[in-house]
Structure formats: C-alpha cells, structure tokens
C-alpha cells in the first residue's frame, strides 16, 4: 500500500540517542568512549550531535 522512498536528505547528523541506538550502546558507554577520544561530538547550542560518519568509525575500531 505505502511505498518505501529513499529519502533524498539523508541525516548527516544523529543526536545522541539516535547514535546509541545505532551502534547498540548505552549512554554511559558514548560518553565513555567520547572522553577517550573515541567519538568526537558537535554541539549546536545545548544539543549534542554526532557526524554519520563516526558510526562507521566506531565500528571499524573495533576489534
């Protein structure tokens, strides 16, 4: 009935809850892994936003 559309904007950024579940981690585990330098974080006034592109970084650091 409906149709599926590949949106023609697709995010460049995820706030922190839509990273975390993403990458399946708490919010402990990303503020964790932000203080170690593992994920860099963008603030746009007092919200926290995270580059698409750190998914896949996070992932490939993995052992």
């Known amino acids: 009935m409906f149709e599926e559309r590949e949106d023609p904007f ?7 809850a839509e990273f975390c579940r ?3 981690i708490g919010k402990s585990s990303f503020y964790t ?6 994920i860099r974080i963008k603030k746009l006034g ?8 750190q998914v896949a970084a996070l992932l490939e650091s993995l052992d």
Request: charged share 20%.
């Open 46 to 53: 007092r919200r926290t936003l995270v580059s698409t592109d």
């Open 33 to 38: 892994l932000v203080a170690a330098g593992r």
């Open 22 to 24: 993403t990458c399946a």
């Open 10 to 16: 697709p995010k460049a950024v995820l706030s922190v």
